[in-house]
């Protein structure tokens, strides 16, 4: 394995060990529970917001390391972005893991989600990168206006 895949494989396994932003709260704006039938793996997502800004994002739920830590790195990346941001970022992620390895995340939009960038590479395991993101997706469509 190349150094950088190393490096992203500790970054998987550090979050899922040590998630981020882990715990509902009350007050949401939005949530959106999601199964994974395939697997079992589930995650709540909640959207805190201040009018269409993310002022945060609590997860809670069980399964692999990698919808762990994909719960994770979502909720690092999307305080502070407005909506549609959110909504855009959630699409370029959508890309990358359907892309069969051919796209690379961009860091630069997405953080830390391109350590799922190998992910994209085995279509079993993308559901679970992308289970809080379409949770926030759905949180995003079902919010109260």
């Given at each position: 394995m190349s150094g950088t895949g190393s490096l992203y494989q500790e970054l998987i396994l550090d979050l899922s060990r040590?998630?981020?932003?882990?715990?509902?709260?009350?007050?949401?704006?939005?949530?959106?529970h999601q199964v994974n039938p395939t697997c079992g793996d589930e995650?709540?997502?909640?959207l805190h917001l201040d009018g269409d800004v993310v002022r945060a994002v609590r997860w809670d739920g069980e399964g692999c390391a990698i919808s762990q830590a994909s719960a994770s790195i979502l909720a690092e990346l999307a305080p502070g972005l407005t909506l549609d941001d959110l909504g855009s970022r959630i699409a370029l992620f959508r890309t990358a893991m359907r892309s069969k390895g051919r796209i690379e995340p961009d860091e630069e939009l997405l953080g830390d989600a391109v350590a799922l960038g190998g992910v994209s590479k085995y279509t079993a395991r993308v559901k679970c990168a992308m289970l809080p993101w379409v949770a926030a997706e759905d949180a995003l469509a079902h919010r109260a206006a």
């Open positions: 040590h998630p981020r932003a882990k715990g509902l709260h009350d007050g949401a704006d939005a949530s959106s995650v709540t997502v909640q």
